[in-house]
């Protein structure tokens, strides 16, 4: 049987926002500071816990150690290995006081194509630490050797920016110190996403957060298990997706949900060529007198694994729902615990505020982006909750070491950002992806 495709909602203009709503935004890093001020004076940690929705029997216990036989052969090729959680692998050079170069790690990954595909497939997640990657090119040509077909055409929701003297390799995610990006799995939106996900550390001199959190998403599907009423709504529907991109001419100064304008993520400003890709896309897409590009497409909740053939909760609400990013503020706060973690309780706060206050005056599907079920109907605030739950339950993150290289299979483990203290450029990620597996990695 053939999905239909939901109906897309209705444009509706943008009113104004009040002027309420527009003070929260003017002054809302002074009241971050003040409420972080005043709640030192108390009980911090009390503090965190009155307000936050996290529970920490909600967090994923690392699980160090364990084998299996894909395990055992990888470390037979001159590597140490050791699991880090079920679904992540750490592996390191045999000698850590001569660590190999990135023309070795490269090589390494060639000869032993075999034994990487067949690792990564049955964990989902690997870091390569304690090698000497000691720059942007260094990195790119340890990525190509694992994809020699990178791409670059990139049409998710963060803004990136390409690295000098690299063709491939560009930054994770241009956000202020503050931003958290939820989980999720790249570009899951599309039809088809793209199957390999890399990162590299360049940079890790902040002061604390600035993890970048790994989801075993198969695993997440297994756990909403327990919400039968969910579970088989989700086998039978499909979710939908609403993004609002607006002209570079006329940016939202209010919406956090509007990461940037579609010119910049097209890479052009002619609009039938806009449209012609959306096609290309399966998106419908349709500009307002105001020049904004609406994109609503839908996609099934669960798919299927292209060669393990697990089933994976296979969506991008965690991204495109905004009260996500106020949750997982709660969620920092009580992991960094103490005076610091009343600053992204104070973030969570100010976020929450401000959706609620600008939801008076827009729809849902006004917003930066949204997401429903196939038919248009809401996902109710306690399904998003417990969905969020799951994801929790499944979710690691150890701190970066600088020149980390981490591998996803983006079709089984998701990846998100930590907010983090200290300037900017302190923190700096890099990252390459894949539009497919390499050749020979699918039967």
């Not at 170069?101 to 990487?116: G, Y």
């Not at 001419?249 to 956090?256: A, G, M, T």
């Not at 400003?269 to 839908?298: I, P, Q, Y």
Request: glycine share 6%.
């Amino acid at each position: 049987a053939t999905a239909t495709r939901a109906k897309p909602p209705r444009c509706v203009p943008l009113l104004p926002p009040p002027a309420a709503a527009m003070g929260i935004v003017t002054r809302g890093p002074l009241a971050v500071a003040a409420f972080a001020l005043v709640a030192a004076m108390l009980s911090p940690d009390r503090i965190i816990r009155l307000f936050s929705r996290f529970d920490e029997a909600d967090q994923a216990r690392a699980t160090p150690g364990g084998s299996s036989p894909e395990l055992d052969a990888i470390r037979a090729l001159n590597v140490s290995a050791a699991l880090a959680a079920p679904f992540l692998v750490v592996i390191t050079p045999r000698d850590p006081k001569n660590p190999p170069n990135s023309a070795w790690l490269a090589q390494w990954l060639t000869d032993n194509a075999a034994a990487f595909r067949k690792l990564l497939f049955r964990h989902g997640g690997l870091v390569f630490r304690g090698f000497d990657v000691p720059d942007a090119q260094g990195f790119e040509s340890v990525a190509l050797s694992v994809a020699p077909d990178l791409a670059t055409a990139y049409l998710g929701t963060s803004p990136r920016s390409s690295i000098n003297g690299t063709r491939y390799v560009h930054t994770a995610a241009d956000f202020q110190q503050h931003r958290t990006l939820p989980v999720h799995l790249e570009m899951s939106f599309r039809d088809k996403p793209p199957p390999l996900q890399m990162f590299y550390a360049n940079k890790v001199d902040h002061i604390a957060g600035g993890e970048t959190p790994l989801t075993d998403f198969q695993g997440v599907l297994h756990t909403l298990e327990s919400q039968e009423a969910f579970r088989k709504r989700i086998e039978t529907s499909r979710v939908q997706y609403t993004r609002n991109n607006d002209d570079c001419s006329n940016p939202s100064k209010v919406d956090p949900m509007m990461q940037k304008c579609w010119q910049e993520m097209y890479k052009t400003d002619d609009r039938a060529a806009v449209k012609k890709k959306c096609e290309a896309e399966s998106f419908e897409c349709t500009f307002d007198e105001s020049g904004r590009l609406r994109m609503v497409n839908s996609q099934p909740w669960i798919r299927k694994h292209p060669v393990t053939g697990e089933e994976v909760f296979f969506v991008h609400i965690n991204v495109l729902v905004k009260e996500s990013m106020v949750y997982d503020y709660e969620r920092t706060a009580v992991l960094w615990g103490g005076w610091r973690g009343l600053v992204p309780l104070a973030y969570g706060l100010y976020y929450r505020a401000l959706f609620a206050g600008l939801s008076l005056f827009w729809p849902e599907a006004s917003f930066g982006s949204s997401s429903a079920f196939g038919d248009g109907t809401p996902i109710t605030q306690q399904e998003f909750y417990e969905v969020k739950r799951a994801i929790w339950k499944n979710t690691v993150q150890q701190p970066y070491q600088v020149r980390d290289i981490v591998v996803v299979d983006n079709m089984r483990v998701g990846h998100g950002r930590e907010m983090y203290m200290g300037a900017k450029l302190d923190r700096q990620i890099f990252t390459a992806w894949t539009d497919d597996y390499p050749a020979g990695w699918i039967a």
